[in-house]
């Protein structure tokens, strides 16, 4: 598959001012996939390791995180040696082990002349607390952590465009023409590019499901990928979150697509739970803000520029991250 930001991460590399690098995203969107495709393609090596499930590695950073430490402890782990010149280091999963994050600074600092990616899901939950200058960040145990502010660059990855969707499924023709901005053209093949459209609004931009559909064009399959990645992030709830915090997000989760639905002007809390309000689900919907799963639309009082200074933020719809997974939420199914 070819992804877009490809661009931006090798725009980064060759930045005169480039620093750790943290690439952000909703689970499943890409974030692995990418930063290895990138490491194999433009550089000498590369040292993958992960915090999912390792123990051993979040050991690692418990004593110093002095670059040079942590460099040859990396290397072990990796089974790769780090060659500052041409090996780009890869931190996944990176919300399991906050100290990490903290040492990111370090390789800002001592060694920044080594490409360092950090990617990770959620980590706009696990950091949501921090506020401008570096501050204390509670940990999952308890430890306050300094988030490296000002030493380290940021990249948000989203679901697959329309474009990278045409891309995938063999109809680069079609994402070439739209690319090249020639309306006439475009226009010339309209039928085309609705029913491609039409395709794309069903299977949408989660790249396993844009694989599944591009090997099967079987759109029962494709529900199946979807509905398994909404069970996914339902398990997170309760994963990272009390019980009780947990219901209330997934309250809010799963009112979605039906107030979208609706001919409401704005999200209604009491859509949610009968009686509900403000102050009992604003923070279950910060949490799907920050995970990436939710995207908050403020109205805005009147079409003026800047378009931010006339938002509305006491009247706002929200989004799911991707138009086939919002499909699948509402319960269409496949053909």
């Not at 930045?15 to 750790?20: I, V």
């Not at 495709?37 to 418990?62: C, I, S």
């Not at 040696?81 to 800002?108: G, H, W, Y």
């Not at 759109?219 to 990272?240: A, C, I, P």
């Amino acid at each position: 598959m070819k992804r877009d930001a490809m661009s931006d991460l090798l725009e980064w590399k060759g930045s005169k001012r480039r620093k750790p690098l943290i690439v952000q995203g909703a689970r499943q969107v890409g974030k692995t996939w990418l930063v290895q495709e990138f490491g194999r393609t433009e550089f000498e090596r590369t040292a993958y390791v992960t915090f999912f499930d390792n123990e051993n590695l979040q050991r690692v950073f418990e004593g110093s995180i002095d670059a040079e430490r942590l460099i040859g402890a990396l290397s072990i782990e990796a089974n790769t040696v780090i060659d500052p010149s041409n090996t780009l280091l890869i931190l996944d999963e990176i919300q399991e082990c906050p100290r990490a994050i903290m040492a990111l600074k370090s390789f800002a600092e001592q060694r920044p002349e080594l490409a360092v990616i950090a990617a990770g899901s959620l980590l706009g939950v696990a950091l949501s607390r921090r506020q401008g200058r570096e501050r204390g960040v509670q940990s999952n145990d308890g430890h306050s952590i300094m988030f490296p502010v000002g030493k380290v660059n940021w990249l948000t990855l989203l679901p697959m465009s329309f474009t990278e969707f045409l891309q995938a499924t063999g109809q680069e023709p079609l994402a070439d023409l739209l690319a090249s901005g020639d309306f006439t053209l475009i226009g010339a093949f309209k039928e085309r590019f609705v029913d491609a459209l039409k395709r794309y609004y069903f299977v949408g931009g989660m790249p396993e499901a844009v694989a599944a559909f591009a090997e099967s064009a079987n759109f029962h399959e494709v529900r199946t990928v979807q509905n398994e990645l909404l069970q996914g992030y339902e398990h997170d709830f309760s994963k990272y979150a009390s019980a009780a915090d947990a219901e209330k997000i997934r309250l809010v989760w799963r009112s979605v697509p039906a107030q979208l639905a609706r001919e409401n002007k704005k999200f209604l809390y009491s859509a949610v739970r009968p009686s509900g309000r403000a102050r009992e689900f604003e923070a279950s919907i910060q949490w799907l803000v920050d995970a990436g799963l939710l995207v908050r639309v403020p109205r805005a009082a009147k079409p003026g520029l800047p378009l931010s200074a006339y938002e509305d933020m006491g009247a706002f719809k929200l989004y799911l991250l991707d138009v086939g997974l919002l499909g699948a939420r509402g319960g269409g199914g496949g053909g």
